[in-house]
């Protein structure tokens, strides 16, 4: 059996996975990090990490485990939050989860594991992983979606690389939630009918615009509202098969607006603290529909707004990603330039699974669906799938 250094959490899903692999025979050895200090934007009562060393700490003892600390937060500083500030000063929308897996769990933590004597690493993510071997003699390793649908967690782990992947193991990708919890109480595991964490992974549920004051100043602005009759949602082209780059390009292109477009309705606190498709924090009512963010431009310092749901300006049929931020999760399904496939995809976490069409080009891969989509935004990442296999992702252009 294999050395098995699992990350602690002081969860439910990360106790029970360690079970799990004690009870496979593995020897397993808890690592629990600590990865922010600051309680900055935090809400009140949002599980601090000492309350979750503690759990972790009963849940080892439980177990009959060691339990290792290590302090990682300066790393995830500067490799997560430092890289969030950025993305949102400069008006794209970040997925700290996804760059928390990439950067920290299976980069960072994976290195502290290493030096603990690990053959694998686990983690209590709902997905899983599979190898084949290839005609080389080489092996493929492949990320697969959790069993069950209203927990796979595969989209946080879109990022990974096959170095990555091939020290991962996820012991309950193949159980559903409340068989984890079944087994946690069973167990009399001290996590049982703890709740789950919330929020950015690590920092918890947070007042994202006091978050992010802690580097972005308040800059008051206008807010602009854009009526559904805006004559340019008329004239976005339509698709032909085997549609042009230039085409693509268009289908592409995010709404762009300017303040002769809209009529002012109202002031913001800084256009950076908000993100397309958001639709609290404006605070302006009276009206018979939400108002929702169409878009948001940084350096003008203007929010713009449209009424309903089913505004035009919050749907697009295509998007983008640039061509160096490709990551093909499983190499042997990468599409050369000038080609295509079918796919399904998630541009969010918990999103159903979209049909679509995939154009591999100079410029990067065009993503074209087969109905229009809700709050593409910039600086979020869409994942790709095979199947129940993420074979790509990347992050949305502007």
């Not at 290792?68 to 500067?78: A, C, F, G, I, T």
């Not at 268009?250 to 709404?255: F, N, S």
């Not at 919050?314 to 330039?337: F, G, K, M, Q, Y």
Request: glycine fraction near 8%; charge should be negative; aromatic fraction near 10%.
């Amino acid at each position: 059996m294999a050395r098995v250094v699992i990350g602690l959490s002081g969860g439910v899903d990360s106790s029970v996975a360690a079970y799990l692999l004690k009870e496979q025979g593995h020897e397993v050895i808890g690592l629990f990090m600590v990865n922010w200090h600051d309680t900055t934007g935090t809400l009140e009562g949002d599980c601090p990490w000492h309350d979750d060393r503690l759990f972790a700490e009963l849940v080892a003892k439980k177990l009959d485990i060691a339990l290792h600390v290590v302090d990682l937060s300066e790393q995830y500083r500067r490799r997560v939050v430092e890289y969030m500030f950025a993305e949102y000063e400069a008006g794209r929308t970040p997925n700290p989860d996804v760059l928390c897996n990439r950067e920290i769990k299976f980069d960072v933590f994976l290195k502290e594991a290493l030096k603990l004597g690990a053959d694998f690493v686990a983690t209590g993510h709902y997905c899983r992983k599979a190898t084949t071997t290839l005609p080389d003699g080489s092996e493929c390793y492949h990320l697969l979606a959790g069993s069950d649908p209203n927990k796979d967690q595969s989209y946080f782990l879109c990022q990974l690389s096959q170095e990555q992947l091939r020290y991962a193991l996820f012991p309950i990708g193949e159980l559903l939630k409340p068989e984890v919890r079944r087994i946690a109480q069973e167990q009399g595991l001290a996590t049982a009918k703890r709740k789950d964490s919330q929020g950015i992974c690590f920092v918890g549920k947070v007042d994202l615009p006091v978050f992010l004051q802690q580097k972005l100043a308040k800059k008051e602005g206008n807010i602009h509202e854009i009526k559904p009759e805006w004559p340019k949602f008329d004239r976005r082209p339509a698709f032909e098969e085997n549609p042009s780059d230039e085409l693509l390009d268009a289908l592409a292109a995010p709404w762009h607006f300017t303040v002769r477009d809209g009529k002012k309705i109202g002031t913001h606190n800084g256009a950076h603290f908000y993100t397309i498709g958001q639709r609290k924090g404006l605070g302006i009512g009276g009206r018979k529909e939400s108002l929702f963010i169409l878009a948001t431009d940084v350096e003008q310092n203007v929010i713009y707004v449209g009424e309903g749901d089913s505004h035009p300006g919050l749907w697009r049929p295509t998007l983008r990603i640039d061509s160096a931020e490709v990551h093909w999760v499983n190499p042997t399904e990468a599409l050369s330039v000038g080609d295509e496939r079918r796919i399904r995809v998630r541009i969010r976490y918990r999103q159903p699974l979209q049909e679509a069409t995939l154009y591999c080009r100079e410029r990067g891969l065009y993503i074209h669906f087969d109905e229009p989509q809700r709050g593409i935004t910039a600086g979020q990442f869409a994942a790709l799938y095979a199947g129940d296999e993420v074979i790509a992702s990347g992050v949305i252009s502007a």
